[in-house]
């Protein structure tokens, strides 16, 4: 078993083409011998986002503070804390903060593909 502090986890700038004031904590992975999933923490500032991208693996992700809106490719969603989503494989999305406080989020994605 492991157990983190999540302040305890660096949180480092996402620098992807497309990210703007978006750092990650990478709270679990390979490196805590995860075997399937990592469990990350985003956190995006006032007016940022990340980029808009696709990817051969699905997303879970729960809002956890703030407001923001996922954009896809003909449809965007509001977000708020206590929102669960599901972006699946080759799906086309972006996450926004459209408030004024920090958005956060976790989201789990594999590890292996499958």
């Known amino acids: 078993m492991l ?51 696709t990817h051969d693996y699905e997303h879970e992700v729960i809002i956890l503070e703030g407001d923001g809106e996922l954009r896809g490719k003909d449809k965007q969603f509001p977000l708020h804390a206590g929102d669960v989503v599901l972006v699946v494989p080759n799906e086309e999305h ?3 903060n459209t408030g004024k406080r920090m958005f956060k989020f976790f989201c789990l994605i594999p590890i292996k593909k499958f």
């Open 3 to 53: 157990v983190k502090k999540i302040n305890n986890v660096p949180a480092n700038p996402v620098d992807m083409e497309g990210a703007e004031k978006v750092r990650k904590r990478l709270l679990l992975s390979e490196a805590d011998e995860a075997l399937n999933f990592k469990m990350r923490l985003f956190e995006v500032e006032p007016d940022g986002f990340s980029p808009y991208h």
């Open 94 to 96: 972006q996450f926004k």
